[in-house]
């Protein structure tokens, strides 16, 4: 554990462990209709204004980070860095904002062994609960959708990383955004318990299968 991170920080991350910890063991074993925010006050013993405190819903406390989000400073990275394969760039940037988040969970506190376990359960619930994988895949949209406006901006910027200058800015950043978002849903297939190395090599790896076979197809 990292001595230089304040004791109130410190705790406020071993209570957002509890509750999730709480959220995904309860739903493995009951099912996500059965399982409400007083039941994961309950086990995490907390308070349901405590609760509130960390988390927005119940859905946030079971499925964790969106699998396309992208951190403060990884997004700024993604902005200000020219790139010659943008969708390469997005993929690193949000497989090393999951895997920076894990890394400070172990740094303060956590063991590997709970990291793997909370995606363990995670990647169970989405495959055995239908509700939920709908509400997953709604907040993949919501995210998608962020990572367009991201692109734009970045090609605004960065005029000389365009592909297809002769189609409008916004059609090109669509596209692009499309093979970044199948990529990470491809991914998302991958099973919970691979290392990080491994989950990264895989992400580059669907990014690499799309755009290969999208430039294997003729017209």
Not at 25 to 36: C, D, E, K, P, R
Not at 143 to 154: F, G, K, N, P
């Amino acid at each position: 554990m990292s001595n230089e991170t304040p004791l109130r920080e410190r705790n406020r991350r071993r209570t957002r462990r509890r509750i999730e910890d709480a959220a995904t063991s309860l739903v493995v074993a009951h099912g996500f209709a059965n399982v409400t925010v007083d039941d994961i006050c309950r086990d995490a013993e907390i308070s349901r204004r405590t609760f509130f405190n960390y988390m927005d819903s119940k859905d946030e406390a079971i499925l964790g980070p969106s699998p396309m989000a992208l951190s403060d400073d990884r997004r700024e990275q993604f902005l200000t860095e020219p790139s010659d394969n943008l969708v390469r760039s997005a993929l690193e940037n949000i497989i090393a904002t999951t895997t920076e988040a894990e890394d400070v969970t172990i740094e303060q506190g956590a063991d590997e062994e709970f990291v793997a376990t909370l995606r363990t359960r995670r990647h169970q619930i989405l495959a055995n609960e239908p509700a939920v994988a709908v509400m997953s895949l709604n907040r993949f949209r919501e995210q998608s959708l962020l990572m367009r406006e991201l692109i734009t901006e970045h090609l605004t910027r960065h005029p000389g990383d365009r592909k297809l200058p002769d189609v409008p800015l916004d059609t090109e950043a669509t596209i692009i955004n499309g093979l970044i978002r199948e990529s990470v849903w491809l991914h998302m297939t991958t099973p919970a318990f691979t290392s990080a190395s491994e989950r990264t090599r895989l992400l580059l790896q669907a990014g690499e299968n799309i755009t290969t076979l999208a430039k294997e197809l003729t017209w």
